[in-house]
């Protein structure tokens, strides 16, 4: 006989639904945890973000989730400011150092020209109106400020990997993306150059021999590697699946 009440299934939520973070709050700074990719993402991300420039220097983090740029940007000189919309992630952001905001990545309640850094990581292929998205965070530049970002190319190989076998694998939770919102890369760079914003793309991917090691951990439930030495993301002339993008604001 059962002893004590029957767990509730778990909610089945439509595909990038925000509640999914909620649920998954837990996930957000554990190495080896479904958010583990992010790691990685979030390293690769800060490596394009240089010192900060001026005293007092600003950092906007568009969909900031919990906070994972953070120590990546520590010593940097930048006060580091967080938008999101779920505050169960930005409760762990603020523990991390990070100031947060809540709000839409499409309606930043920050005011024009504030930020000497914009970053949008893992965003944009979340955003309903990614364009608007776009356009506000290069809103939020100052003359000579920079946009730094990473998102999911709208092609046929990048729904493969990054629904139809990412989603089976423990590197992605399943339902986390609607492939129906990723990003073209081409209408990417023209929507930042319509908002004076010249970027320039590369492909990233996460690197081969690291990956199959972590995932073979992962499969076997073996320990939590050290932090610091999760697989690295490198560069690819491919922009097909994952790609990031830097670019300066002119004017």
Excluded at 182 to 210: C, M
Aim: aromatic share 4%; charged share 25%; net charge positive.
């Amino acid at each position: 006989m059962r002893n004590g009440p029957v767990p509730p299934p778990p909610r089945v939520l439509p595909r990038n639904d925000p509640r999914q973070y909620d649920d998954l709050a837990g996930e957000w700074w554990r190495p080896d945890g479904a958010f583990a990719m992010l790691h990685w993402l979030a390293r690769a991300r800060a490596a394009l973000v240089p010192p900060a420039g001026r005293p007092g220097a600003l950092l906007v983090d568009l969909g900031c989730g919990a906070g994972l740029m953070a120590p990546h940007l520590a010593g940097k000189g930048y006060r580091h400011v967080g938008v999101d919309l779920t505050r169960s992630a930005l409760d762990q952001a603020a523990d991390h150092g990070v100031t947060v905001l809540v709000g839409d990545a499409t309606a930043v309640p920050l005011a024009d020209g504030c930020a000497d850094v914009v970053a949008a990581g893992e965003v944009l292929e979340h955003v309903p109106d990614w364009r608007r998205a776009v356009a506000e965070a290069c809103r939020l530049l100052r003359p000579g400020g920079l946009l730094v970002l990473d998102t999911l190319n709208d092609t046929a190989l990048a729904r493969l990997v990054a629904v139809r076998i990412g989603e089976r694998l423990p590197t992605v939770p399943r339902g986390i993306h609607d492939p129906r919102l990723f990003v073209d890369a081409r209408e990417l760079i023209a929507e930042a150059a319509r908002n004076g914003v010249h970027l320039r793309v590369r492909g990233i991917r996460p690197g081969l021999r690291g990956t199959a090691a972590w995932l073979f951990r992962r499969l076997r439930g073996g320990p939590v590697r050290t932090a610091g030495r999760e697989p690295r993301m490198k560069p690819t002339r491919s922009t097909a699946v994952l790609y990031q993008g830097r670019g300066v604001r002119h004017g």
